[in-house]
C-alpha cells in the first residue's frame, strides 16, 4: 500500500513539473504564429500604424493586437466594442488603434481575414469589414472550409467595389503589413490575442467588457462617478 | 482492491491532462505542446466550451470525482463496501460516453485530432475497462448466494 501511495506522489509530481515548465513562456517569448511561412516586410509596410478609430485629440489612445479568427477577439468585437465605441471613442475621450496579429500557427484563416480588412481599408470599409467579420464569425472561424467565398459575400455587403477587392485580395496586397503589424505585437511580447496597451502601458484585459474600459478610462482621466 | 488503486492511478493522470488543457483555456499557458496546430484548432474551436465552460474543465471535474472515489474506496472503512466500484464504473461510463461525442466531434466535424484529447480518451477508456467488470462481478457474487465480503 505504502508502495501506491508513493508512486502515485510521484505521477502527481511528474504531473506537476511538466504542467509548471509548460506555463513558462519559451526563450523568445514568441507564440504560435513562429511556424508560419516567412513573409517579406517593406519600410511601407512598417509605416503603416493600424487602424485608427477616435479623435487626435483623444487623451487616451487603446491599442489591441487581435486575430479576427479568434473567438475572444470576436466576442469582444461583436459585444463590447460598439460599446466602447459609443461611450468612450464618440465622444471623443480615447482613441482605438486596431493591431493586425494574426496566429497564423494556431489559426488557419488568419491571415486571410486580416487580408479581407486590409482590402477593405483601401475603399475606407475597414470598421465594416471588421464588424462583418467578428458578428458572423460562427460561420467561418475555426472550421475546414476555405472561407474566400464566404468572405467574399460578406464584404460585398458592406458596399465595396468587388473588382477592387478581388484584385487586392489576389494579390495579396498587404501581406507584408500584416507580417509588419505581427512583428512589432512580437516585438511587444503579444503573447495572446487579444491583447491592449493603454497609453502604452499592457492591460490584462483578455475577458474584457465595456465597464472595465469606462472604469479605467474614468480612473486616467480623473473621472469620479 | 488492486483494481481501485488502478483506477485511483489512472484519474490522476486524466487529471493532470484535463488540467494542462483547462489552463489552456483559461490563459495560463501560452501554446500547447502539441507537435502541430490541431491541438489548438480543437481547444479554441467552438466545440471547446459547452455552457459556457471550458470543456476541459468537466475532464479536471470528473477525473477529480474518479479519483477520490477510488481512492476513498481504499480507506479500511470502505475497502470492502461494493459502492465505491459502483459509483467509479457509473462516473466512467459517463465519461466515456462524454469521451466517444468529442471524439465524433474531432473526426467527423473539425476534422482535426487534438493529441491531449486522444490521450484523456485513451485514459478514461482503460479507466471503464477496469472499472466495468469490475461492479458487475461484485453485483454477480453477491447475487449468486456467495458471502459477500462487502458487509
Same mark, same amino acid.
Given at each position: 500500500?505504502?508502495?501506491?501511495?508513493?508512486?502515485?506522489?510521484?505521477?502527481?509530481?511528474?504531473?506537476?513539473?511538466?504542467?509548471?515548465?509548460?506555463?513558462?513562456?519559451?526563450?523568445?517569448?514568441?507564440?504560435? =504564429?513562429?511556424?508560419?511561412?516567412?513573409?517579406?516586410?517593406?519600410?511601407?509596410? =512598417?509605416?503603416?500604424?493600424?487602424?485608427?478609430?477616435?479623435?487626435? =485629440?483623444?487623451?487616451?489612445?487603446?491599442?489591441?493586437?487581435?486575430?479576427?479568427?479568434?473567438?475572444?477577439?470576436?466576442?469582444?468585437?461583436?459585444?463590447?466594442?460598439?460599446?466602447?465605441?459609443?461611450?468612450?471613442?464618440?465622444?471623443?475621450?480615447?482613441?482605438?488603434?486596431?493591431?493586425?496579429?494574426?496566429?497564423?500557427?494556431?489559426?488557419?484563416?488568419?491571415?486571410?481575414?486580416?487580408?479581407?480588412?486590409?482590402?477593405?481599408?483601401?475603399?475606407?470599409?475597414?470598421?465594416?469589414?471588421?464588424?462583418?467579420?467578428?458578428?458572423?464569425?460562427?460561420?467561418?472561424?475555426?472550421?475546414?472550409?476555405?472561407?474566400?467565398?464566404?468572405?467574399?459575400?460578406?464584404?460585398?455587403?458592406?458596399?465595396?467595389?468587388?473588382?477592387?477587392?478581388?484584385?487586392?485580395?489576389?494579390?495579396?496586397?498587404?501581406?507584408?503589413?500584416?507580417?509588419?503589424?505581427?512583428?512589432?505585437?512580437?516585438?511587444?511580447?503579444?503573447?495572446?490575442?487579444?491583447?491592449?496597451?493603454?497609453?502604452?502601458?499592457?492591460?490584462?484585459?483578455?475577458?474584457?467588457?465595456?465597464?472595465?474600459?469606462?472604469?479605467?478610462?474614468?480612473?486616467?482621466?480623473?473621472?469620479?462617478? | 482492491?488492486?483494481?481501485?488503486?488502478?483506477?485511483?492511478?489512472?484519474?490522476?493522470?486524466?487529471?493532470?491532462?484535463?488540467?494542462?488543457?483547462?489552463?489552456?483555456?483559461?490563459?495560463?499557458?501560452?501554446?500547447?505542446?502539441?507537435?502541430?496546430?490541431?491541438?489548438?484548432?480543437?481547444?479554441?474551436?467552438?466545440?471547446?466550451?459547452?455552457?459556457?465552460?471550458?470543456?476541459?474543465?468537466?475532464?479536471?471535474?470528473?477525473?477529480?470525482?474518479?479519483?477520490?472515489?477510488?481512492?476513498?474506496?481504499?480507506?479500511?472503512?470502505?475497502?470492502?463496501?461494493?459502492?465505491?466500484?459502483?459509483?467509479?464504473?457509473?462516473?466512467?461510463?459517463?465519461?466515456?460516453?462524454?469521451?466517444?461525442?468529442?471524439?465524433?466531434?474531432?473526426?467527423?466535424?473539425?476534422?482535426?485530432?487534438?493529441?491531449?484529447?486522444?490521450?484523456?480518451?485513451?485514459?478514461?477508456?482503460?479507466?471503464?475497462?477496469?472499472?466495468?467488470?469490475?461492479?458487475?462481478?461484485?453485483?454477480?457474487?453477491?447475487?449468486?448466494?456467495?458471502?459477500?465480503?462487502?458487509?
Amino acid at each position: 500500500m505504502k508502495r501506491f501511495y508513493l508512486l502515485l506522489g510521484l505521477v502527481a509530481v511528474v504531473g506537476a513539473v511538466l504542467i509548471w515548465q509548460a506555463s513558462r513562456p519559451s526563450t523568445g517569448g514568441a507564440p504560435a =504564429s513562429d511556424d508560419a511561412a516567412p513573409v517579406p516586410v517593406t519600410a511601407a509596410d =512598417s509605416a503603416f500604424r493600424g487602424y485608427v478609430l477616435g479623435s487626435d =485629440s483623444a487623451p487616451v489612445e487603446i491599442v489591441e493586437y487581435a486575430d479576427y479568427e479568434c473567438p475572444v477577439c470576436a466576442q469582444f468585437g461583436a459585444v463590447q466594442f460598439p460599446d466602447i465605441r459609443q461611450q468612450l471613442i464618440e465622444t471623443g475621450r480615447i482613441r482605438w488603434r486596431f493591431r493586425d496579429f494574426p496566429l497564423v500557427g494556431v489559426h488557419r484563416w488568419s491571415r486571410l481575414s486580416a487580408l479581407v480588412v486590409a482590402c477593405a481599408s483601401e475603399q475606407g470599409k475597414a470598421w465594416e469589414a471588421m464588424d462583418a467579420l467578428f458578428q458572423r464569425h460562427g460561420e467561418w472561424a475555426q472550421r475546414p472550409p476555405d472561407p474566400t467565398g464566404l468572405f467574399a459575400d460578406r464584404i460585398r455587403g458592406i458596399g465595396l467595389d468587388m473588382n477592387g477587392y478581388r484584385a487586392c485580395m489576389d494579390a495579396q496586397r498587404y501581406a507584408g503589413r500584416i507580417e509588419a503589424s505581427r512583428q512589432e505585437g512580437l516585438a511587444r511580447n503579444v503573447g495572446g490575442t487579444p491583447t491592449f496597451f493603454v497609453n502604452g502601458r499592457e492591460y490584462n484585459f483578455r475577458r474584457a467588457n465595456s465597464d472595465e474600459f469606462l472604469a479605467l478610462v474614468d480612473s486616467l482621466t480623473g473621472v469620479r462617478r | 482492491m488492486r483494481h481501485r488503486q488502478v483506477i485511483a492511478l489512472l484519474a490522476l493522470v486524466g487529471f493532470g491532462i484535463a488540467l494542462y488543457l483547462w489552463l489552456y483555456k483559461l490563459g495560463y499557458l501560452g501554446r500547447l505542446q502539441c507537435g502541430s496546430g490541431t491541438c489548438e484548432y480543437v481547444q479554441t474551436s467552438s466545440y471547446g466550451d459547452l455552457w459556457g465552460v471550458p470543456v476541459a474543465f468537466y475532464g479536471v471535474v470528473g477525473y477529480a470525482l474518479i479519483f477520490a472515489v477510488a481512492l476513498a474506496g481504499l480507506r479500511p472503512a470502505f475497502v470492502s463496501r461494493r459502492w465505491p466500484t459502483q459509483l467509479v464504473a457509473a462516473l466512467a461510463a459517463g465519461g466515456w460516453l462524454f469521451t466517444l461525442y468529442l471524439t465524433y466531434v474531432e473526426l467527423f466535424v473539425l476534422h482535426a485530432i487534438c493529441r491531449w484529447c486522444v490521450s484523456s480518451a485513451v485514459v478514461i477508456t482503460a479507466i471503464a475497462v477496469v472499472a466495468i467488470p469490475a461492479a458487475v462481478k461484485r453485483d454477480r457474487g453477491a447475487g449468486s448466494g456467495e458471502r459477500s465480503p462487502m458487509v
